[in-house]
C-alpha cells in the first residue's frame, strides 16, 4: 500500500493526540497514511484506543531515539466487533505486504531503500510475534484453553525462534548492504511464515476467537498496544 506521509512536528503529547485524530478523521474508507512524530506515539494510540475502537489499524514502522513512523489505516468498514482472527491476519497481510515492497526495491538494487523497509519489516514481524507470545498465547495458557511447554503453543514459539534467527541474519545482511542476501535469506523466511501463518489462522486464532469471545476487545487492546 502506497501510503502519504505526514510529520506531526509537535513533542507536545496532547498536540500529537489532536493532531493524530484530525488525520483519522481526514482519511477516507480504505486508505491510509504514514505518519512521523520525533518523540513516541504511543500517547495517541491509547487515544485511538480508546475513542475510535474498530475504526483503524495502526503499524509501527520505525521506533528511533528521535523518529519515529507509523502506518496508520482507516478500516474499510468500522468493525468494533472484530474478532482475534480478523485482526491477527490482517497483521499477517501487512507483514506479507512490507517484505513483498522491500523485496521489489532489493531486485531494483536501491541499497538505501532496502535498508529502510528491511527495518520496518523487522519491526512489524518482532511485534506480530510480541503480540502473540506476550499476550495472545500468555492469555490462552493461563486460561487452561492450550498448554504450556507443549502442544500448538509451544510449536508456535519454536517457530517463532526459528524465524527470529532467519530475521537476525537478515539483519547482519542489511548491515553490511547485502541486498542479495536479504532476499536470499527471505525466500527461506517466507516459506517458514506461510506455513507457520496457515497454523495459526486455522488452529490457534481460531481457538482464540471462540474461547476468548466475551474479552476479545480486551485482549486486542492490550495485543496493539505491545
Ligand atoms: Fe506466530
Ligand atoms: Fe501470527
Given at each position: 500500500m502506497k501510503l502519504e506521509k505526514k510529520v506531526?512536528?509537535?513533542?507536545?503529547a496532547n498536540e500529537i493526540i489532536e493532531q493524530t485524530r484530525s488525520i483519522l478523521s481526514q482519511l477516507k474508507n480504505g486508505d491510509g497514511v504514514e505518519v512521523s512524530t520525533t518523540v513516541d506515539p504511543t500517547p495517541a494510540l491509547q487515544d485511538l484506543l480508546d475513542?475510535?475502537?474498530?475504526e483503524f489499524d495502526w503499524h509501527p514502522l520505525e521506533r528511533g531515539a528521535n523518529s519515529y513512523r507509523f502506518a496508520l489505516i482507516k478500516l474499510d468498514t468500522p468493525s468494533p466487533n472484530m474478532t482475534i482472527r480478523e485482526f491477527m491476519s490482517r497483521g499477517h497481510v501487512w507483514c506479507d505486504d512490507l517484505y513483498a515492497e522491500m523485496e521489489a526495491v532489493a531486485l531494483e538494487g536501491d541499497v538505501e531503500a532496502t535498508k529502510q523497509l528491511f527495518s520496518s519489516f523487522e519491526l512489524a514481524m518482532l511485534q506480530h510475534f510480541d503480540m502473540e507470545e506476550n499476550v495472545l498465547f500468555a492469555e490462552l495458557e493461563n486460561r487452561g484453553v492450550l498448554p504450556t511447554g507443549m502442544g500448538p503453543l509451544a510449536v508456535m514459539r519454536m517457530e517463532h525462534d526459528q524465524m527470529k534467527g532467519v530475521i537476525h541474519q537478515m539483519s547482519q545482511a542489511a548491515t553490511n548492504s547485502d541486498t542479495n542476501g536479504i532476499t536470499s535469506l527471505g525466500e527461506t523466511l517466507i516459506i517458514l511464515i506461510q506455513q507457520h501463518n496457515v497454523k495459526e489462522e486455522d488452529i490457534v486464532y481460531a481457538m482464540a476467537t471462540q474461547s476468548l469471545a466475551t474479552e476479545q476487545g480486551i485482549v486486542l487492546k492490550k495485543m496493539m498496544i505491545q
Open positions: 506531526i512536528a509537535s513533542e507536545d475513542n475510535n475502537w474498530g
